[in-house]
């Protein structure tokens, strides 16, 4: 028999607030991090709707699908998103052949308004989810984790952890 009374309301009242108030945040970018590109990595083909097709032939990057089932499984509820240097018009495209190959994202941080500085994204989304208590972000480039971690200067009561993708031909 489970004894509810006030105490025991107010301290589940006060577990449920904790576990709202902790948020960790998973941040993927797309190119040559979760798939290895089938062409150039350039803005030419970046963006074009038709450069996400699945038909083209992306390489899945197997130790970054590991990391994001790993991290699903350990905690299901943290906010999964893409933070890309994809425009937002291609978004959808993005989506769906995400989709193909076994993410699910919960928000996507693409260009907009011509910013390609993902260290201002990061500002954007920790101001939106303002209970954020750590961050792990999986990325393949020096110089937008070089950005991210400058932006993560102005919280430092936020954990970040950097995962580097390195390619190998």
């Known amino acids: 028999m489970y004894l509810i009374?006030?105490?025991t309301?107010?301290?589940?009242?006060?577990?449920?607030?904790?576990?709202?108030?902790?948020?960790?945040?998973?941040?993927?970018?797309f190119d040559?991090?979760?798939?290895?590109?089938?062409?150039?990595?350039?803005i030419k083909h970046l963006n074009?709707?038709?450069?996400?097709?699945?038909?083209?032939?992306?390489r899945l990057i197997e130790k970054t699908k590991q990391d994001y089932l790993k991290a699903l499984d350990y905690d299901p509820d943290g906010l999964f998103i893409i933070l890309s240097n994809r425009i937002s018009e291609v978004k959808v495209s993005l989506?769906?052949?995400?989709?193909?190959?076994?993410?699910?994202?919960?928000?996507?941080?693409?260009?907009?308004?011509?910013?390609?500085?993902?260290?201002?994204?990061v500002r954007r989304i920790l101001g939106k989810y303002k209970n954020c208590t750590s961050?792990?972000?999986?990325?393949?480039?020096?110089?937008h984790i070089v950005s991210v971690t400058e932006a993560m200067e102005d919280y430092p009561e936020?954990?970040?952890e950097v995962i580097k993708t390195i390619l190998t031909k």
Do not use: A, H
């Open 95 to 121: 989506s769906n052949l995400l989709s193909t190959l076994g993410y699910d994202f919960e928000d996507y941080y693409l260009i907009d308004n011509g910013d390609r500085n993902k260290g201002n994204r």
């Open 9 to 29: 309301l107010k301290l589940e009242y006060l577990i449920i607030l904790v576990y709202i108030c902790n948020m960790n945040i998973y941040l993927f970018d």
């Open 48 to 58: 074009q709707k038709d450069s996400l097709d699945p038909n083209l032939g992306f």
């Open 135 to 143: 961050i792990r972000y999986w990325e393949d480039k020096d110089k």
């Open 158 to 160: 936020i954990k970040l």
């Open 32 to 42: 040559n991090t979760i798939v290895k590109l089938p062409y150039p990595e350039t």
């Open 5 to 7: 009374n006030k105490y």
